[in-house]
């Protein structure tokens, strides 16, 4: 019930607005849906993200649970795992889907288009050493292959493997026989996800309106 | 009779001649229009007939009745004539690169035209709505349907449907007013036409036609929602151009003092259910389709069939309940086109894709083709400058304002607006086609004076578009730098990335309790996946659904391919073709077969290297390079081997070739799915047992007695190749085989079998408890032979000089399952190391193989 709960225009939301680019309107609507998921406290917990029911068919749950309680997707150049996080943080965590505003420079698009692959490829770098290891990338694929119900874990487990070769031999091309293909790079993510149109396809319609009543 | 005789003597010689004179033998058929025409013509050719049977006594030996084959030859003829045409125009792709296809095939109608009206002076061919609408359009329409990127169609619905319903509306009621405010300003002299025929003009000029926008754009490459904004467009306005146009045709009938509140009301409300009744009707036979398909497990050959013949019904079922035909067609093949593909067999599936390809794609030549000769023809030519060009000037004008307004609007709502260029190419690409002609042409002459007027104008306003913009509009996507589509070679870390971002995306959405497309399409995609699949598709095809096993099916092949076409490059292959004089062993009577067997293999090569265009250098290839100058044969071996491995062609082909029932013996669901299971394991068994130190099981090979059958006359060259390997462990068994293999296709092509030793039980310890259903073959059927030489001698064991390959295999997508097989125990691999541990590095000449 702190400060923040209240009408468009505060100056807490005009920061927050500068920062992320939200309008104040869909601040608020973000809002009441933090207030919802964590029972009207300061704090959103891991536990209060797990009682949201939509999100218990997802696959990659934990990963994107995970994401939220991640520093290096709060624009703070920090590290580590967080236990709860304030509305803040929710809300930096959330631009990261904002869609790209229609007048945007060549510079800004491009920059736009890294903080969306970071915060991707974070998904996918657990233990932050700036390398997707093989082992890493096997974890995801297996998680997001789990739901499929046909595709066994060995499946899963090749195909991630298949999947790293092939970004192997397209990052690195030619190996000495005593090298060995570590992990992707951010730089290689960059480079191999570039036909990948991510500044439009990673956004998600947030509305001015609210809707939370609607979905649990 | 003579006359024809010498027509059809000229049909065998010259094709080009024929066509300006078969016209004269009647082709009311295909038009109706000339059926006088026919009369006389007939009534001239009985004449010299009996003056020839009179000589005629007793029974004729051979008779020449033309008349008795006459519809069907002519129809059969022009389609012959069409393709020829397009034949020649595609054979110049200089032209064809800078002029569309569909403006050439104009052009060509225009040359047809032009002879046959000297032939005749009279016009006698003509495209008519009834074969237009019942025979030509239908097949387009549902090939669009069926190959419609549904995903992507769904996602734009909403711009789709503005553009479709409300864009057509206001193209319809701005061109129809303003030509009738310049009748009433004057500018185009006397013309009998009032308000209502005008908006009725306007309504069948209004709709963009989908088989010119394919012709068009197909060529173009214009990114992915921009095409499927225009292309969705032009399929559904043709449902609302066709609604308009009968609730207008209806007006103009009842005439105006009698139109009151209630008829427009009803007009408005036939429209709507004319719309949702058609796609409702599209919707009941898709389900239909999907849910016949399931048990047609015993009918293959005629399975795809039903597609065809159910979706026409469903065009016909939507015109018989005077409900959108067009609208019908295309959910038709839209809701059934995943349970289909998942249902039926592979070859059918592929059957399905290409004829539905080969209708489509021969009707719309033959509508091109058509709407050219048409053009020429003196009494459709009314000329009226004033309403001619304004028809075009309003058609292109408002076309253009429509879009705009409609984008400026629909841009405020959507995710990612239409650009500006974007919307410039969806106005220019507002293409006018048959359909329009086809409905002018359907115009009552008795209410609408100024028929003829009208249908030149839409002639002119068709060709106008699909010509001069059709041309133009290349030119204009390079100038404006109009998005391309991208290459679509999607790389399995894409469709990985993509797929997690669908699920992210759902997740955030949840998580910020938004209810967004991507709510809506997890929502749907469970329903889905829970409800729908479970009814419409086959058990066993529903395991089968996952697009990353796909994509990663997909590698596997083009892997195996590349390899082969890399080695068939570097010559390694060659001495497969001069093996005839090696393994003169055979029969001479089978000598045949290894022509047929060789030229097969070169085929297949070329094949390949066209498919395997990959732009991603392959690093082990490279190193190949090095070592096959050294072990070439041994290459070739290895070549074969994976060949074999990854491409269970060989296991696919059909035995009873003269059975109409039977086409493909490889029935078994389980055989295929271990296949498959198998590919993949085998792909990267390298990877996983260096990664988990597990060295794959020791071969056991089984039918010694059977081998001995078998081993027969090449035994020598298996020994010298032994000998030359020697010292290698588990190399000997390959050699032979690099030899068996062309000895057992040429015994397969003797109609026998051949059994793929990537498949025996023994690889995988796991499916050992599965008998595979070749080995219960073998053992029943005695024609056959039971397993190659290289399945019982030698099990995925290679050369061990391809030792050295393995740690390069990792920086590639090439893992075979022979590379680390023959790796000692004691090279066993740290377990969280991505990469085996290089082999002692060894020039690749000095090894003494060769």
């Not at chain 2, 469709?495 to 709510?519: P, R, W």
């Not at chain 2, 250098?617 to 081997?641: D, F, G, T, Y």
């Amino acid at each position: 019930m702190g400060a923040l709960q209240s009408s468009p225009g505060r100056p807490e939301y005009s920061d927050l607005a500068e920062k992320t680019g939200f309008s104040f309107e869909q601040i608020g609507v973000l809002h009441k849906r933090f207030k919802q998921l964590s029972h009207n406290e300061e704090t959103l917990r891991r536990d209060n993200f797990n009682e949201i029911n939509d999100l218990a068919l997802n696959p990659i749950r934990t990963q994107i649970i995970e994401a939220f309680f991640d520093r290096r997707n709060f624009h703070q150049n920090g590290e580590g795992k967080v236990q709860e996080i304030g509305f803040e943080e929710f809300v930096v965590v959330m631009s990261h889907f904002r869609p790209p505003s229609a007048h945007m420079t060549e510079e800004q698009r491009g920059k736009t288009r890294r903080e969306k692959l970071r915060f991707l490829f974070n998904m996918h770098d657990t233990d932050n050493d700036g390398i997707i290891t093989l082992e890493e990338y096997r974890h995801v694929v297996e998680e997001l292959l789990s739901r499929s119900g046909t595709l066994e874990k060995e499946t899963a487990k090749c195909i991630a493997d298949a999947a790293m070769l092939e970004v192997a031999s397209i990052s690195v091309g030619h190996m000495e026989p005593d090298e060995f293909y570590e992990g992707i790079t951010f730089e290689h993510f960059l480079k191999l996800l570039e036909r990948f149109e991510i500044e439009s396809k990673m956004t998600i319609r947030f509305l001015n309106m609210d809707t939370t009543t609607l979905c649990k | 009779m003579l006359r024809c005789g010498y027509a059809l003597f000229w049909l065998l010689g010259s094709v080009l001649l024929i066509c300006v004179v078969s016209p004269v033998k009647g082709e009311a058929v295909v038009t109706r229009e000339g059926s006088h025409l026919k009369l006389s013509e007939s009534s001239h050719s009985n004449e010299s007939q009996h003056g020839h049977s009179f000589n005629i006594t007793g029974i004729p030996i051979v008779s020449f009745k033309w008349h008795h084959v006459e519809t069907p030859y002519l129809v059969a003829f022009w389609v012959l004539v069409s393709f020829l045409g397009k034949l020649v125009i595609e054979a110049n792709h200089h032209v064809t690169s800078v002029i569309p296809e569909s403006a050439l095939l104009i052009c060509f109608g225009f040359i047809l035209g032009g002879m046959i009206w000297a032939a005749d002076k009279v016009q006698t061919f003509r495209l008519t709505p009834t074969v237009f609408f019942f025979y030509l359009l239908p097949q387009v329409i549902l090939d669009a349907g069926y190959h419609m990127p549904n995903k992507l169609f769904f996602t734009n619905l909403g711009g789709i449907l503005v553009h479709a319903v409300i864009g057509t509306c206001w193209n319809a009621a701005s061109l129809g007013l303003s030509l009738w405010g310049c009748q009433m300003g004057g500018a185009m002299g006397d013309l009998d036409i009032g308000l209502l025929q005008y908006l009725l003009f306007g309504s069948l000029m209004a709709a963009v036609d989908p088989v010119a926008v394919i012709a068009v754009f197909e060529q173009v490459h214009v990114n992915d929602v921009l095409f499927i904004m225009v292309f969705g467009e032009s399929l559904l306005n043709d449902g609302v151009t066709v609604v308009l146009f009968n609730v207008f045709d209806a007006f103009v009938s009842l005439g105006g003092p009698k139109i009151d509140a209630a008829e427009i009301i009803k007009g408005i409300v036939s429209f709507f259910v004319v719309a949702f009744g058609g796609s409702l009707v599209g919707l009941v036979f898709g389900l239909l389709i999907s849910l016949l398909t399931r048990c047609t497990k015993n009918i293959q050959i005629i399975e795809p069939g039903f597609i065809f013949v159910l979706g026409y019904l469903s065009y016909l079922t939507a015109e018989m309940l005077s409900l959108s035909a067009i609208l019908s067609i295309v959910f038709c093949g839209m809701c059934c086109q995943k349970y289909i593909n998942a249902n039926m067999d592979e070859n059918s599936v592929q059957t399905v894709r290409y004829s539905m390809k080969a209708f489509a794609n021969g009707s719309e030549t033959i509508i091109f083709v058509f709407l050219g000769i048409s053009a020429i023809d003196k009494v459709i030519w009314v000329w009226n400058t004033g309403f001619i060009l304004l028809t075009l000037l309003f058609v292109l004008v408002y076309r253009f304002i429509g879009v705009f307004f409609l984008t400026w609007i629909l841009n405020r709502y959507r995710l990612v607006p239409l650009e500006f260029v974007d919307q410039v190419i969806m106005s220019y690409g507002g293409l006018r086609g048959a359909v329009a002609y086809g409905l002018a042409v359907m115009l009552d002459e008795n209410k609408i004076k100024e028929k003829n007027l009208m249908v030149c104008t839409t002639l002119i306003v068709v060709y106008f578009t699909v010509i001069l913009q059709g041309i133009t509009m290349k030119p204009l996507v390079m100038w404006l730098k109009v998005k391309r589509a991208a290459v679509t070679e999607v790389s399995l870390l894409e469709k990985l990335t993509n797929k997690m971002f669908n699920h992210t995306l759902v997740a955030i959405e949840d998580i910020s309790g938004q209810i967004g497309h991507n709510y809506m399409r997890s929502k749907w995609k469970y329903f889905e996946e829970n409800w729908m699949s479970w009814i419409l598709m086959k058990p066993s095809a529903r395991k089968k659904q996952d697009q990353v096993f796909d994509v990663f099916h997909q590698l596997n092949l083009k892997d195996a391919m590349e390899y082969v076409t890399e080695g068939e490059r570097r010559g390694s292959l060659e001495f497969v073709r001069n093996e005839n004089s090696i393994i003169d062993f055979k029969k001479k009577s089978e000598s045949e077969s290894f022509d047929i067997n060789n030229a097969n293999m070169s085929n297949d090569h070329g094949a390949m290297s066209t498919t395997s265009r990959d732009p991603i250098p392959s690093v082990s290839l490279e190193m190949h390079e090095q070592i096959m100058k050294a072990v070439r044969e041994a290459e070739a071996i290895n070549a074969h081997h994976l060949l074999d491995q990854h491409l269970y062609k060989s296991r696919k082909q059909h035995r009873h070739r003269f059975s109409r029932s039977h086409f493909d013996i490889n029935r078994d669901e389980k055989e295929v799915q271990e296949i498959f299971q198998r590919t993949m394991r085998n792909r990267l068994k390298s990877f996983t047992s260096a990664k988990m130190g597990v060295k794959p099981p020791k071969t056991i090979v089984k039918h010694t007695q059977k081998e001995q059958q078998q081993k027969m006359p090449n035994g020598k060259s298996m020994d010298k190749a032994k000998t030359s390997y020697s010292g290698d462990e588990g190399s000997e068994g390959d050699s032979a085989s690099g030899y068996d293999q062309s000895y057992m296709r040429a015994t397969y092509r003797a109609g026998a079998g051949i059994e793929n030793p990537a498949f025996m039980p023994d690889l995988d310890p796991m499916d050992l408890l599965q008998i595979p259903p070749w080995l219960g073959e073998s053992e029943l059927d005695s024609s056959m032979v039971a397993l190659s030489h290289r399945a019982q001698v030698d099990l995925p064991r290679t050369p061990s000089n391809l030792r050295r390959l393995a740690p390069l295999r990792i920086s590639t997508r090439s893992t075979d399952s022979f590379t680390l097989e023959n790796i000692p125990d004691t090279q066993q691999m740290d377990s969280d190391q991505l990469q085996p541990p290089p082999p002692p590095p060894r020039p690749p000449r000095d090894d003494g193989y060769v």
